[in-house]
Structure formats: structure tokens, C-alpha cells
């Protein structure tokens, strides 16, 4: 079965740091492209960072450049999202998604979530 | 940036009722399109992908359609269960964008 697994979520300061983990299992990591996508409470959906299946490319909106960095570790088939320079705004579920094909492709599979807050 | 525009943002329904949401793209996408459930407290699931194939295990009461700029999801008799908000997301170029969400309540 195929599963993603979100952690790392929690309360961090205005312009804190936070690391996210996705555990991915039941697929072959390296040959999917993934992504991070987040909601906002009572908001819709943004995606928020890609990577391709090798880690060669990595793509991301105007919103979280330079502040959000998206890695891989295919030994580990884990993904990451570092979130440096946080702002309030940055406030949500991030959801951790494995997209059908490499390196585009829809989102087939979700994780369940993990909830970032950024408060003082 | 593609802009993608949902219409209505609040539908009220009936069981057995048919039901469409519209999504419109700034700009064509041809027909990478995706249609995702979502229900409270619960992540996104996909139903659609390219713009009209049915993702394998969902009921076959949902269809979508189009290319282009302009695509419908229809729904083709309203169950208890599909009482949730849909999103379309198109992944033809990045970045990623979705609508901003098509709320089906109970009528």
C-alpha cells in the first residue's frame, strides 16, 4: 500500500526555522516527482514545492522562494520541506503528495498532514 | 502565473441531484487538469485526472470534461458521502495552481 507520512509540524516564532519530513512507503521514491502542499485554516489549497524524482530539479511560487528549500534523500525514500524566515502567514496543514509521473504530473497519493503554526 | 477560477463557490444540493462545478484557466493548459475531494479534517483525494479520466476507484457517478480554458466536474446523482469541497488544480506548467475550492452542501 502506498503511504506518506508527514512530521515535524509544530509552534515556531515569527522568522523561526522548521524542518518537515514526509516517510514515504509501497512505491519505488526515486521515480516519482513530489510535492508539498499547504491549507491555511478555513482556506483552500496551495502547492508550495516540487521536486523531481532525482533531485535535480526543484521548483517552487513566488510566495515561498528563498525562504523554502525541498530536498529528497532517496536512500531514505524521505522528502523534506526547510521553511526558514517564517512568517504568520506561513500558518497551515502541509500536506506531503506524490505526483503520478516524473518529473510533472497530478497528485495521486496524500499524506494525512502535519500542522505548522507561526505565532509569537 | 495561471490563474484558475471555480464557479460557484457554494453549491446547495440534493441526494440525486446532478451537479456541475466550472473551472476556468487564465491561460490554456490543454487538458492537464486534476479534480480532488476534500472533506473536513481530511486530506485531498483525486478523483479526475487529464481533464476526463476517472482515477481508479472512485464511482463512476463523476465525470469531467474539457481542454483548454474552460472544464466542468459533474456529478452525476448527489450521494450523502459527496458532501464535501472539490478543488481543480492544473499541472501543466509550474507553478501549480488550484481554485479556490466549490463547497456542495446538504439543500
Known amino acids: 500500500e502506498v503511504q506518506l507520512l508527514e512530521s515535524g509540524g509544530g509552534l515556531v516564532l515569527p522568522g523561526g526555522s522548521l524542518r518537515l519530513s514526509c516517510a514515504a512507503s509501497g512505491f519505488t521514491f526515486s521515480s516519482y516527482a513530489m510535492s508539498w502542499v499547504r491549507q491555511a485554516p478555513g482556506k483552500g489549497l496551495e502547492w508550495v514545492s516540487a521536486?523531481?524524482?532525482?533531485?535535480?530539479?526543484?521548483y517552487y511560487p513566488d510566495s515561498v522562494k528563498g525562504r523554502f528549500t525541498i530536498s529528497r534523500d532517496n536512500s531514505k525514500n524521505t522528502l523534506y520541506l526547510q521553511m526558514n524566515s517564517l512568517r504568520a502567514e506561513d500558518t497551515a496543514v502541509y500536506y506531503c503528495?506524490?505526483?503520478?509521473?516524473?518529473?510533472?504530473?497530478?497528485?495521486?497519493?496524500w499524506g494525512k498532514g502535519t500542522t505548522v503554526t507561526v505565532s509569537s | 502565473d495561471i490563474q484558475m477560477t471555480q464557479s460557484p463557490s457554494t453549491l446547495s444540493a440534493s441526494v440525486g441531484d446532478r451537479v456541475s462545478i466550472t473551472c476556468r484557466a487564465s491561460q490554456s493548459i490543454s487538458r492537464w487538469l486534476a479534480w480532488y475531494q476534500q472533506k473536513p479534517g481530511k486530506a485531498p483525494k483525486v478523483l479526475i485526472y487529464?481533464?476526463?479520466s476517472l482515477e481508479s476507484g472512485v464511482p463512476s457517478r463523476f465525470s469531467g470534461s474539457g481542454s483548454g480554458t474552460e472544464f466542468t466536474l459533474t456529478i452525476s446523482s448527489l450521494q450523502p458521502d459527496d458532501f464535501a469541497t472539490y478543488y481543480c488544480q492544473q499541472y501543466n506548467s509550474y507553478p501549480w495552481t488550484f481554485g479556490q475550492g466549490t463547497k456542495v452542501e446538504i439543500k
Open positions: 487529464k481533464a476526463s
Open positions: 521536486m523531481s524524482g532525482s533531485g535535480d530539479n526543484t
Open positions: 503528495a506524490k505526483q503520478d509521473w516524473n518529473p510533472g504530473g497530478y497528485m495521486d497519493v
